[in-house]
């Protein structure tokens, strides 16, 4: 019996993607746009949620923050000072949020522009945020629910997937025009 190749199908393993045979000037692919979109939403309900659970930290994990920075009280900065109403804790726990914040959406935007390393990142910090959400529900008996972590885990998953796809892996990995430093258009003269 002779085997007959479908060319509609996949094979199950592929070799690894060739960055030159993409055109440098391919287009965005709407792959690169839809996962460059999760991940600003994603900066955005990670930064609500920090918002949400903030306001309700256990008292355990607020010791443990103030224990770790010493006791806002005692400190004359006026920052701290503004923040001693919530509570040092909450405070550092903002702060942390607040820079994870600001590194998604500044890694969203790379990947809008075709970072191929911002694009590798974004696709490793969604695998540990599945992984530590999996490891809570497994081990600590979590629940993922609408008012925990059920937005981010579904936005992360949903990132992973438009990242990782032929189209958004190409377009990062395309070669670039290589400009140089003094080179100039008679235009912008």
């Known amino acids: 019996m002779s085997e007959q190749r479908h060319p509609r199908k996949r094979a199950a393993f592929e070799p690894p993607l060739d960055p030159t045979t993409a055109d440098a000037a391919m287009r965005r692919p709407a792959a690169t746009v839809a996962g460059a979109v999760l991940v600003l939403l994603r900066a955005i309900a990670g930064a609500l949620w920090a918002v949400s659970v ?6 355990w994990l607020q010791q443990i923050a ?6 806002a009280s005692a400190s004359t900065d006026p920052e701290l000072a503004a923040f001693a109403d919530l509570g040092l804790g909450t405070a550092i726990f903002l702060s942390v949020m607040g820079l994870l914040f600001v590194v998604q ?4 935007i790379r990947i809008l ?3 191929n390393l911002s694009r590798v990142l974004v696709m490793l910090i969604s695998v540990g ?8 529900w497994w081990e600590l008996g979590l629940e993922i629910t609408v008012r925990t972590t059920l937005l981010t885990l579904s936005l992360d998953i949903l990132v992973l997937l438009a990242l990782s ?3 958004a892996a190409a377009y990062a990995r395309r070669p670039r ?4 430093h003094g080179s100039r258009t008679a235009a912008a003269r």
């Open 54 to 59: 903030a306001f309700s930290l256990p008292p």
């Open 66 to 71: 103030g224990a770790a920075s010493g006791d």
């Open 105 to 108: 959406v500044a890694l969203g």
């Open 113 to 115: 522009f075709g970072g």
């Open 129 to 136: 945020s599945i992984s530590a959400s999996f490891v809570g």
């Open 165 to 167: 796809s032929r189209d």
């Open 177 to 180: 025009p290589r400009r140089t």
